[in-house]
């Protein structure tokens, strides 16, 4: 007498992922690179995290103070402080350019 084995909706679902892959193949979830302190490390993130580091050794670099000229608007401040300011418009231009073709929150990268 055989015994019918009644399974799950997602184990169900899981067979149809491995036949949908390939014949026999386990479904497995990829993998995007490690985890330190529960944030995934990624190649971008490292990248930003040391152009992040230089412009902050640029700016503390550069304490001096300058004349900054703007069409009619003539201001004396410190170096760091216009550099800082430069690299902000720089992101809020990149930011805006980009508009929505960011990937949205919670969407897995590809």
């Known amino acids: ?25 386990e479904a497995r979830p990829r993998r995007r690179g490690i985890t330190v302190l529960g944030v995934d490390v990624t190649a971008i993130r490292v990248i930003a995290l040391l152009v992040a580091v230089a412009v902050i ?12 000229n703007f069409f009619t608007i003539h201001v004396s401040m410190p170096q ?3 550099l800082l300011l430069t690299c902000a418009a720089g992101v809020l231009i990149g930011v805006i350019a980009a508009g929505g073709r960011g990937r949205a929150k919670g969407t897995p990268q590809q």
């Open 1 to 25: 007498m055989a015994r019918h084995h009644s399974i799950s909706a997602e184990e169900q679902q899981a067979q149809a992922q491995a036949q949908a892959k390939g014949a026999g193949a």
């Open 57 to 68: 050794a640029f700016i503390v670099g550069n304490t001096h103070r300058v004349s900054v």
């Open 80 to 82: 760091w402080l216009a």
